[in-house]
């Protein structure tokens, strides 16, 4: 099964809006990374947070971890067209470093 | 080269026919992942390798699939009696695999078993 399910499936905003896009897992972890798809094809990795840390910031996303509930979020603020893609949420394992994806968001920002 | 390199970019085939997808990793990446993703849907964890180490083959659909990797580099993605539920995307990523990496994807191999 998933270690990692994002929520919502689809998300729709206008340009300008802020997009938030949460992650749940089930196991403890090492770090939480999310992944952008463009087009179904390769990956390209946005942001890393730890286990021992709760909020990153990396440009126009933030994303907060709260390991007591197993879950993370990822805020897009002020978005753009381009920033039409699937979001996914990654987890390694506390055992191993084996990384495993949810079934991703799909963000579609209108003009 | 400078990414994660798969071949082909797009492979069609016959129901039960055997095919062979490549991926050639950054060098001096000793972790090494494939993963399938079918339309619309999430990634599929199928094999991790890191290292020397004996690779993680739990997630592999079932045995007419298989994975090497040969000198810590270059690995191969074998899938035998092809079958039409097999069609998606595979993807390979690597890491330098010391815990704490981001992987970095090649642009997948679409597979579509006719």
């Known amino acids: 099964s998933q270690q990692g399910e994002e929520d919502p499936q689809a998300l729709s905003i206008q340009e300008g809006e802020n997009a938030t896009m949460n992650c749940s897992y089930k196991?403890?972890?090492?770090?939480l990374q999310w992944y952008r798809q463009n087009s179904g094809r390769g990956l390209v990795h946005l942001i890393l947070i730890r286990s021992n840390e709760r909020e990153k910031h990396s440009g126009r996303l933030r994303v907060t971890l709260d390991t007591s509930k197993k879950s993370s979020s990822l805020l897009i603020t002020a978005s753009r067209a381009a920033d039409t893609a699937s979001y996914f949420c990654a987890t390694d394992e506390r055992s191993n470093y084996k990384l495993t994806f949810g079934k991703g968001t799909l963000l579609t920002v209108n003009p | 080269g400078a990414g994660v390199s798969q071949s082909p970019s797009n492979k069609v085939t016959e129901k039960g026919k055997d095919v062979e997808l490549r991926c050639d990793p950054i060098?001096?990446?000793?972790?090494l992942y494939w993963y399938r993703q079918s339309l619309g849907q999430g990634l599929e964890f199928l094999i991790y390798?890191?290292?020397?180490?004996?690779?993680?083959k739990s997630g592999l659909p079932s045995d007419r699939f298989s994975a090497e990797r040969t000198g810590g580099s270059v690995s191969t993605l074998t899938i035998q009696r092809t079958q039409q539920e097999d069609s998606a995307v595979y993807l390979c990523?690597?890491?330098f695999g010391t815990g704490y990496e981001k992987l970095f994807f090649g642009s997948g191999t679409q597979l579509s078993v006719l």
């Open positions: 196991t403890s972890i090492n770090n």
């Open positions: 060098s001096g990446h000793t972790a």
């Open positions: 990523a690597s890491s």
């Open positions: 390798f890191q290292g020397n180490s004996a690779p993680d």
